[in-house]
Each structure stands twice: as C-alpha cells, then as structure tokens.
C-alpha cells in the first residue's frame, strides 16, 4: 500500500498561509491524494482531494507535483480555528470494487495569534 | 440531515465482556466503514461494507465482527473484550462514486477495557 510522510508538526501565524506538505513516493497512477483535519479528538473532516491537476475549493489549494510523489496543502488565510491535526491520505483499490483510505500519522498545525 | 452518529460515545468493559456499536447514516450511502485510532496515530480500517448484506476485512480485523443489515446501519461487535482494543472508533460512509467518493464520518466512539 502507498503511505504519507508528513512532518509531526506546524506553527502558522493567523491570517498567513499554511502550507502542509506530504510525501507520498511510492504512489500509483490511479490513486487519489485526500486531505482531512481532526479538531481535538472529533470525526476527521474532508478537505480536498486529486489525482494529478492542482485543486482549489472554498477551504484549501492542493498543489500536486509533476511526478505525483507529493503534494502540499494550503490554507491560504490560517485562523485560529484551523489548529488541528491534518492528515494526507492515499486511496488505494480494495477488494469488493471499493477503496480504502490509508491514514499517516498526520501534521498537527497550531496557528498561533 | 443528521449525518453520520454512533452510540455509545463512551464506553467502559472489562476484559471479555462483549458489546455492539453502531453506526447510522441518513445521506442513503452505499458504503460504510469502521475504523480505530490509537493515541498519536492515524485512523486503521477495521472493516467495510460495500452494501447491505456485505462487508470485508481491512487493515487489522481481528477481534472484531460486523453486520449491515440495513443500508443505513453498520454494526460493529466485540465479542470478548481485550485491553488491547481499548481506542477511539470512528465510522464513516460514502456514495459509490470513483473520483468523488469522500468518506464522512461519525463523532466517534471513547471505548476503554479494563
């Protein structure tokens, strides 16, 4: 299974930009990079995900590398409420034509006033 | 639409006292997940289920059964306890959907075994 390498943790001043990044060398062509946060011990939160192209939404940039075998997270405007562990994710193919998530052990981000 | 919710959120057994969990979800999706997060780590998958009446191993499913009798339901059993399976579990589901299949997930469950 392709697995993430992230840094443990992050310091961000409030109102900078975030930027998580994540390595994830041995990932194959067909499989998705998803990002989640975890705020103190809740249920893990979407964030974004992609395959090759880079990708926007109302919550963070994903910037994916030529070559797929990282990618950074960014949170352009980083308020206190963005302090939480933020996992990079592979998707891989699991049996039953699903997929499975394969968790790191994730960066925990603390945005500092 | 209240998402994904478990009970109990908190839980205390003693070695080989069994329980059940369960998981509901009201968005009418296909797929189903159970997973657990030990302190300092990522989330492990337990097992899956891709629609009523199925389910497959993941990662470390030892100790564990499952059943998904209902599309909305997803149960998860710990027939004898054990210390070691003392964590936090989380369920989560998803649409069947290749590119967009984003998983959402429960509040969690606190389980401690004596």
């Known amino acids: 299974d392709a697995k993430t390498t992230q840094p443990p943790s992050m310091d961000c001043a409030e109102g900078r930009a975030a930027n998580l990044p994540c390595n994830h060398s041995?990932?194959?062509?067909?499989?998705?990079v998803y990002w989640y946060r975890q705020i103190h011990s809740q249920g893990p939160q979407y964030i974004i995900h992609?395959?090759?192209n880079n990708e926007t939404n109302e919550m963070a940039s994903l910037i994916i590398t030529e070559d797929r075998k990282s990618s950074t997270l960014i949170l352009p405007h980083a308020t206190l409420r963005d302090t939480a562990v933020y996992y990079c994710?592979?998707?891989?193919?699991?049996?039953?034509?699903?997929?499975?998530?394969?968790f790191g052990t994730g960066t925990r981000l603390k945005v500092l006033a | 639409n209240a998402g994904v919710t478990q009970t109990p959120k908190f839980r205390v057994l003693k070695t080989g006292q069994s329980m059940t969990l369960l998981c509901a979800q009201d968005m009418n999706h296909e797929y189903m997940y159970w997973y657990r997060q030990d302190p300092g780590m990522g989330l492990r998958l337990i097992h899956y289920s891709v629609g009523e009446g199925t389910t497959a191993k993941g990662e470390v499913p030892d100790g564990y059964n499952v059943s998904r009798l209902k599309k909305q339901n997803f149960l998860l059993g710990l027939e004898s306890a054990a210390p070691s399976q003392t964590s936090v579990y989380f369920c989560a589901s998803s649409y069947r959907d290749y590119n967009t299949d984003t998983q959402y997930f429960g509040p969690g469950t606190r389980l401690t075994v004596l």
């Open positions: 041995t990932i194959s062509g067909n499989e998705y």
């Open positions: 992609g395959l090759k």
């Open positions: 994710i592979v998707r891989v193919a699991a049996t039953s034509g699903t997929y499975k998530y394969i």
